[in-house]
């Protein structure tokens, strides 16, 4: 993680456990504290994690009390198919006034889909990229009688709009191609990844459309 001009960027390769507490959130207080007003959150390749990972760093976005995503339980595993809100697990998010731009491809999936479908269903975050895995499920680990564990499906899951994401994924609100041919064909300086085509747009052509916008 880093600055790319003015601009905060981080890649988070996946939602670990840890990596909130020794990762995700040092980077994000830096960029607070630095005055920060834009975000861009690389999810290319994020293939998911852990899910209440996904939920604390979209709570720091978000106010207290917004639905982040509904749960419904896997039948087999509670007598009725339970459906339920989770709120933010962070209080405030610090970070409402920031914009954001999230950027995603067909490797983003799970719990990385759970994260940009929070914020993106409450407008809190520009989508560039590709269309996500869409992958609407989460598994949990069962242990076996041998010291092994085998994975089952325990919940399917839905954005805050209802929708379902399973086979279909996020569609983005730029796509790759659009995004590259809409950059700046000058490098920014003092970028952490100054060749890449769409960061570059993130950092710099997308500002005018989140300040628009309001984002």
Partial sequence: WGLCGDVGYIHI????????????????QEFYAKGVRRIVVDLRG????????ALRLAGLFLPKGKSLVFIERMPYLHEKGE???IAPLIGKGWLQRVQVVILVNHLTASASEI????????HRAVVIGEATYGKGTGQIPI???NEGRMMITAFRWFMPSGASVEKV??????STEDAAAGASPDP????????????RYSSTALINRTDQNGH
């Fill in 169 to 174: 994924g996020i569609l983005p609100d730029v």
């Fill in 188 to 199: 920014i300086e003092n970028c952490i990844y100054p060749d890449d085509k769409v960061l």
């Fill in 46 to 53: 994020n293939p998911g994690g852990h899910t209440v990972s």
């Fill in 115 to 122: 994260f940009t479908g929070a914020l993106s269903s409450y």
């Fill in 143 to 145: 242990l076996l009688s």
């Fill in 83 to 85: 459906e339920k809100q």
């Fill in 13 to 28: 390769l996946d939602f670990g456990v840890i990596d909130m507490e020794e990762y995700l959130l040092p980077a994000f």
